[in-house]
């Protein structure tokens, strides 16, 4: 997978979020892949080779969590 700089990241989220309701840059999650507590607008994108674009956790590609492996803090 290949990293892709997202400018805006906002706008990202915006159009990119897969839930309903798109989470705020400054939200803290954690992390159950790698047990972190993150800040959701340090988010990284990256590409696989069949062109899909993840939403991952800032910590890969060290960590593999995406989007859907962020839950509240204190959970």
Known sequence: ?????IGDKQKYL???YPFAEPLKLTDKKKCIHCG???T???FK??????????ICCPNAPDCDGT???WI???E
């Open 45 to 54: 994108v990256f590409k696989d080779a069949f062109g899909d674009e993840y």
């Open 72 to 74: 509240p803090v204190g």
């Open 67 to 69: 989007v859907i492996d």
């Open 40 to 42: 959701v607008g340090d």
């Open 36 to 38: 972190e507590i993150i």
């Open 1 to 5: 997978m290949t990293e892709i700089k």
């Open 14 to 16: 915006l159009e990119n």
